[in-house]
């Protein structure tokens, strides 16, 4: 409650308040008035309570923090800390089945399928440092119209842009002419500060990894249901990989003069929050393109809900791996301690904690090849784990390349 500045236990009494006044009469005319402005201001601030807990409860705009995103190095909104996402509270028994993950061995770059834990310690990898006498690649973007697009097109969704950005990094090793590995970024993850190129220049000049070209594109805005990303990112459909392989890797050939490999062992997507449950569906429904996924934070929750899809990603751990023949793809996820809705019940269907244990369970029934790093003290898409891990991560999910 807010405290008053002139309580009569501080002086004395009435008789103290009188004379803090200045007059017995002019203590009660400025009394009331003290009153009335008191009372305004306890109104004021009771509404802009309840304003803030209704808008972080609905996920508003002017809520602490949205829902979903991606580290502040890329190009995606910023992320909400873990806890509830207003419902009920995580029951007793998730909260056993999540206890097991603080116990998980640690997790190295040369480990096998499973699940693995890190932190709550980090540091950042040495690879995102441009180093002296290592071939420096390319860097260059274009743009993208909506008005051009015959897969998303304007669609006056809440923070649609009008163009998007797509950023593509060319390696200084590359060949004119050699059909060349490739990356998508979702969110045009990795961008920021020059984060993959740094990487790639390295570790390919280290031969960790092929000679490869990494295309980094932006969403087409906004976050969360309603939104233009969420369109592209939550749907649970192959609408965006086609997108891509029709409208964004014939540009980047054109534009650049380079020849992006047909072979989907050897195209990877990268994405995290919304991104990362992108990256992941554009293998799942189209595993002839891409057999290779690299998932930060994945917003594996009821975001977009379709007929084939009642409960949005949350379906692919419900039921859709499960109940479908296994493909040819290979599956690196992170999920951390206070990701999205640690707190809150699955039965909200926004748990991200739980979404993502429930996809390395799935994945291990199936026999998929799969890890799961699960990041104690960390949160939503958090930077310093990507830092640490991006690299053993990179070369875990090209392991067993031929073309390296």
């Known amino acids: 409650m807010m405290e008053l500045p002139l309580a009569a236990s501080r002086v004395g009494g009435l008789p103290g308040l009188a004379l803090q006044f200045g007059?017995?009469?002019g203590y009660k005319r400025d009394m009331k008035s003290a009153c009335l402005t008191c009372g305004l201001v306890l109104?004021?601030?009771?509404w802009g309570v309840q304003s803030v807990c209704y808008a972080q409860q609905a996920g508003a705009p002017g809520a602490a923090a949205k829902s979903d995103s991606a580290p502040p190095a890329t190009r995606a909104p910023a992320a909400r800390r873990g806890g509830g996402r207003g419902g009920a509270p995580i029951t007793a028994v998730e909260?056993?089945?999540?206890?097991?993950?603080?116990?998980?061995?640690?997790?190295?770059?040369?480990?096998?399928?499973?699940?693995?834990?890190?932190?709550?310690?980090?540091?950042?990898?040495?690879?995102?440092?441009?180093?002296?006498?290592?071939?420096?690649?390319?860097?260059?973007?274009?743009?993208?119209?909506?008005?051009?697009?015959?897969?998303?097109?304007?669609?006056?969704?809440r923070g649609a842009n009008a163009t998007r950005k797509v950023t593509v990094?060319?390696?200084?090793?590359?060949?004119?002419?050699?059909?060349?590995?490739?990356?998508?970024?979702?969110?045009?993850?990795?961008?920021?500060?020059?984060?993959?190129?740094?990487?790639?220049?390295?570790?390919?000049?280290?031969?960790?990894?092929?000679?490869?070209?990494?295309v980094m594109v932006a969403n087409g805005g906004g976050d969360g249901r309603g939104s233009e990303r969420g369109l592209e990112y939550d749907t649970v459909s192959g609408k965006y990989a086609e997108f891509?392989?029709?409208?964004?890797?014939?540009?980047?050939?054109?534009?650049?003069?380079?020849?992006?490999t047909k072979d989907p062992d050897a195209r990877m997507t990268l994405g995290g929050s919304s991104g990362g449950a992108a990256a992941f569906t554009m293998a799942w429904f189209h595993p002839e393109l891409y057999h290779r996924v690299l998932c930060y934070s994945g917003?594996?929750?009821?975001?977009?809900?379709g007929p084939d899809a009642p409960h949005g990603a949350w379906s692919y751990h419900e039921q859709i791996i499960a109940n479908s023949a296994v493909k040819p793809i290979?599956?690196?996820?992170?999920?951390?301690?206070?990701?999205?809705?640690?707190?809150?019940?699955?039965?909200?269907?926004?748990?991200?904690?739980?979404?993502?244990?429930?996809m390395a369970d799935v994945l291990k029934a199936k026999g998929y090849h799969y890890q799961l790093v699960y990041a104690k003290g960390a949160g939503h898409?958090?930077?310093?784990?990507?830092?640490?891990?991006?690299p053993q991560a990179l070369e875990w999910v090209w392991k067993g390349y031929g073309g390296k």
């Open 169 to 214: 990094y060319i390696p200084a090793q590359y060949k004119a002419g050699t059909a060349a590995p490739f990356i998508v970024s979702c969110d045009a993850y990795g961008s920021g500060r020059r984060q993959l190129p740094n990487l790639l220049d390295n570790m390919i000049h280290d031969k960790r990894l092929p000679v490869m070209i990494a």
């Open 330 to 358: 290979r599956v690196w996820l992170h999920v951390s301690e206070r990701d999205n809705g640690a707190g809150s019940s699955g039965a909200g269907l926004h748990n991200w904690v739980l979404a993502n244990k429930r």
């Open 381 to 390: 898409t958090d930077g310093k784990v990507i830092a640490q891990t991006y």
């Open 244 to 260: 891509v392989e029709a409208e964004i890797l014939p540009r980047v050939e054109k534009e650049y003069g380079v020849t992006l």
């Open 95 to 157: 909260q056993a089945e999540i206890a097991p993950l603080a116990e998980l061995p640690a997790w190295k770059g040369d480990a096998d399928d499973g699940n693995y834990s890190i932190g709550p310690d980090y540091a950042p990898c040495k690879e995102m440092t441009p180093r002296d006498g290592v071939p420096v690649g390319k860097v260059a973007s274009f743009t993208l119209n909506a008005a051009d697009s015959k897969f998303y097109p304007p669609t006056g969704l």
């Open 299 to 305: 917003t594996f929750v009821n975001q977009q809900s």
């Open 23 to 25: 007059s017995w009469r």
């Open 43 to 46: 109104l004021v601030v009771q």
